[in-house]
């Protein structure tokens, strides 16, 4: 008998039912929606999530996870039940109001927050975030008692289930040790190097959004299952059924739409990639978003970044674009794209300086969760820690420590994952090679079958069964690590 | 104290977000979504179904009302609450497992009906049909019983609250004791006139869209509330905050889709007129499918087919489109939409002609719904009426019975709101220009400001409040009738 937990099932499908339409109306607002749309369209996603919520808080819920955990379930069952009592512990944790007091607190500091960094006034953010980190600290208090880890990781738990803060402090240790040497020594040969040239534009939006639709076929994405559109931040949404991509387009610069379609690609197969049969059930949804970012970068640093693909775009650039033909050369938009620089924009940076700005992140964070430094002398320790790590200092906070929305928007342990992501990116790619050595020769043809196979199999279908360690360990032989990392950073911008 | 209706009010707000979150996904649907989106799709749309039938059916609902109905409320709350009673009645008349039956018979027939119109195959259709009117009677027997009406007459309720056939009787044959010989004039009159001149295409996509967007701002459409797309067939969704209208495009005919649009615009011009105070509650909401109809036939065939409108059109359409001048006067335009026509096709016929096809429709569904005729004797009994309404016979059944989407889907009861709302069009523009003379001086210079005016005070923001005939009533004082219809009839096309 599993009677509790079919109940269970149903009750989930529902919840991620509403969820999906959640999906569909953010998109709509980021893409399509009229401004005076906005106040309805709150409230449409407010009675989303109170509906959500209230299935969730069902004062029987409990009871049934209870019951279904002593019934006969197979494997991916028992997998999905784990899922939905995670989901459960998350969501009861924090008493009704105040998830309300959060969102409200979360949306005015938005608001805040883009006026202040606009006026570059750290001082008029301040009351705003500290509302919003005291009632992000409330309700991981909640979360770690329910969950009996730090407050710092029942907030991380929310984005990258079962990683832990002294997992991620050895990882980052371990990426210190040699990052900062290696930087320096990639800029000081590069420095040596013949500067690449650039292609000039300016680039048709017309055909830039062309050649990202034919890119996007070629890494397999199912235009009968989704769409590609313009939003102001690029995302990928909607629900794994209908995958709704967006990209935004600089006439004078071409690689940020294309590299960012390739890199919402890599997000869109691996939810189209899920397991239909677990469709809208806890066990059915992408693992985490470590594991979400390593698809994404898997794509577009690790595939899209080689100089196999690029033999292959190279000649499709110069086509679409024409202009200089010694830019269209796979070495030369290689060089290009490979070309590495400390900047104070964490968007902006490259591969190798990434990790920096995510450490910084992560050891600010953490501080100010713990209590160990206050918002006041953020600032000053952002500052600090920006010279210590990459060597150089904005001139304000715009720059800063405002630039990002994550910390008014109260994601607070989310950063980490772009890191922990592009570590399992280069693991999942060095894996799929070394299981099927045709991958690189493929992707100089533009050919992303061989790819796209080994990670549906390894990676994308199995969905929510297995942590992200267990999930790594099947498919490369190891639970996450730097080595792979390491390696992919070595042989691209090593001698 | 009115602690019950206050709760009811929250219900029936939550009901409505929900219907308007099913507006938008109905919108994406048509316009945006991939065809592999279909599925998961329909379980969304039926997902909010399910939770509008589970508040509709909550078993404390009918005490909240009985508790209400003794509390102090104002006229509108009163008004609010007795549409509240009505959702109720209908929402709980009908058992959720025929509701579930019925919805799953209608997609099916649907589906079989595109197939059966393309092959014209009335046979192919027959079970199908079969099924959906059977559910239909046995939906609209329990409905009867609880409104107390006639089993038509309770299906008519749904889309034109507490109208009755006896009332559609003597209004009909109003208009049959002059339509046929009307016609039949008009017809022998315009034969013996010069033909008005075509203007020739191709008329470019991208002008026709323009134009339809400066038409729509000229009507009042507010585009921080609204969007014009592009569907296989036009409609007006989305909610009154955010508008969504659609039409089509031939490059052949530019007449199409412009006054497509502007009939859309007259439903949207409704939606957002509707009173803000009662947003998303049930007296908030539009009168019914005549006074909707009403809005979208005042603005396109009252006003924009108007002598007046078309001497500001006129110039409009020839700086767009070039060409022959003489096409482009305002009384050859006129003399183009003015030309009647019997003809097979509902959609494609004029206004002199259009209320014999609902006529037709009326008199057939009755006998169906009242069990004084077999389906299987429909394609007979269609073009012997044919015949004797409009002198014409259909040579195949795809022309005739299957033309119409209507029975397949259910809504049996409908069809008359289309004749029922062109004679309230004439009604209600009669007594605007009555109680505001400028109004065709300003439709001659493209200003619709006075009309809208008018009908925001007389009309939209009246909402639920009262019946059709009671908003007619106090906005043109009198009831629903036949005879503005006849005068509009008799200026336009008689001598």
């Known amino acids: 008998m599993t009677e509790a937990y079919k109940k269970l099932e149903a009750r989930f499908h529902r919840m991620s039912v509403l969820s999906g339409i959640g999906g569909m109306l953010h998109w709509d607002m980021a893409v399509i929606m009229p401004d005076g749309g906005a106040d309805a369209r709150s409230e449409q996603l407010a009675t989303l999530s109170v509906l959500e919520n209230e299935l969730i808080n069902a004062p029987d819920l409990g009871d049934l996870i209870s019951s279904a955990e002593s019934e006969r379930l197979d494997d991916w069952q028992q997998a999905n039940l784990a899922e939905m009592k995670r989901a459960w512990v998350h969501g009861t944790a924090v008493p009704v109001d105040l998830v309300e007091k959060m969102s409200r607190a979360e949306t005015r500091c938005e608001v805040a927050w883009r006026k202040a960094r606009a006026d570059n006034d750290f001082k008029g953010l301040l009351p705003h975030l500290q509302e919003v980190l005291d009632l992000s600290i409330e309700a991981g208090k909640a979360k770690a008692e329910a969950l009996g880890t730090s407050v710092y990781d029942a907030?991380?738990?929310?984005?990258?289930?079962?990683?832990?803060?002294?997992?991620?402090?050895?990882?980052?240790?371990?990426?210190?040790?040699?990052?900062?040497?290696?930087?320096?020594?990639?800029?000081?040969?590069?420095?040596?190097?013949?500067?690449?040239?650039?292609?000039?534009?300016?680039?048709?939006?017309?055909?830039?959004?062309?050649?990202?639709?034919?890119?996007?076929?070629?890494?397999?994405?199912?235009?009968?299952?989704?769409?590609?559109?313009?939003?102001?931040?690029?995302?990928?949404?909607?629900?794994?059924?209908?995958?709704?991509?967006?990209?935004?387009?600089?006439?004078?610069?071409?690689?940020?739409?294309?590299?960012?379609?390739?890199?919402?690609?890599?997000?869109?197969?691996?939810?189209?990639?899920?397991?239909?049969?677990?469709?809208?059930?806890?066990?059915?949804?992408?693992?985490?978003?470590?594991?979400?970012?390593?698809?994404?970068?898997?794509?577009?640093?690790?595939?899209?970044?080689?100089?196999?693909?690029?033999?292959?775009?190279?000649?499709?650039?110069?086509?679409?674009?024409?202009?200089?033909?010694?830019?269209?050369?796979?070495?030369?938009?290689?060089?290009?794209?490979?070309?590495?620089?400390?900047?104070?924009?964490?968007?902006?940076?490259?591969?190798?300086?990434?990790?920096?700005?995510?450490?910084?992140?992560?050891?600010?964070?953490?501080?100010?969760?713990?209590?160990?430094?206050?918002?006041?002398?953020?600032?000053?320790?952002?500052?600090?820690?920006?010279?210590k790590l990459l060597g150089i200092v904005p001139e304000d906070d715009r720059n800063g420590c405002m630039q990002d929305i994550h910390w008014p928007s109260g994601a607070w342990g989310y950063f980490p994952t772009y890191t922990l992501g592009a570590m399992a990116a280069a693991q999942i790619f060095a894996a799929a090679k070394e299981s099927n050595p045709e991958i690189p020769n493929a992707l100089s043809r533009g050919d992303f079958a061989p790819l796209m196979g080994w990670l549906r199999a390894n990676i994308h279908s199995q969905a929510s069964s297995k942590s992200t360690d267990a999930i790594l360990q099947a498919a490369t032989g190891k639970p996450l690590g730097v080595d792979a990392f390491r390696t992919h950073l070595e042989n691209r911008y090593g001698q």
């Not at 796979?330 to 920096?356: F, K, M, Q, S, W």
Request: charged residues 25%; contains cysteine; negative net charge.
């Open 155 to 387: 907030l991380l738990d929310q984005y990258d289930p079962m990683m832990r803060s002294d997992r991620i402090d050895s990882l980052f240790a371990e990426l210190e040790s040699f990052l900062p040497d290696f930087t320096a020594d990639v800029i000081e040969r590069q420095k040596s190097e013949d500067k690449p040239v650039k292609p000039t534009g300016p680039f048709a939006v017309e055909t830039q959004n062309r050649i990202g639709l034919d890119l996007m076929k070629a890494v397999g994405f199912d235009f009968d299952h989704g769409r590609l559109d313009i939003s102001h931040h690029p995302f990928c949404g909607g629900i794994p059924e209908d995958v709704r991509l967006t990209t935004r387009y600089d006439e004078n610069d071409f690689t940020s739409a294309i590299m960012g379609v390739l890199h919402e690609t890599g997000h869109a197969m691996y939810e189209r990639g899920l397991p239909a049969d677990w469709q809208n059930q806890p066990v059915g949804k992408a693992r985490g978003m470590t594991m979400h970012e390593s698809q994404s970068l898997l794509v577009e640093m690790q595939a899209c970044r080689s100089e196999e693909f690029l033999t292959y775009a190279g000649p499709v650039f110069k086509e679409a674009f024409g202009g200089d033909s010694a830019a269209w050369g796979a070495a030369n938009l290689h060089r290009l794209y490979t070309r590495v620089e400390p900047g104070l924009i964490r968007v902006d940076a490259d591969e190798v300086t990434y990790p920096a700005h995510v450490i910084l992140r992560y050891r600010l964070e953490r501080a100010l969760i713990e209590g160990d430094m206050k918002l006041v002398d953020l600032p000053g320790a952002w500052n600090e820690l920006m010279q």
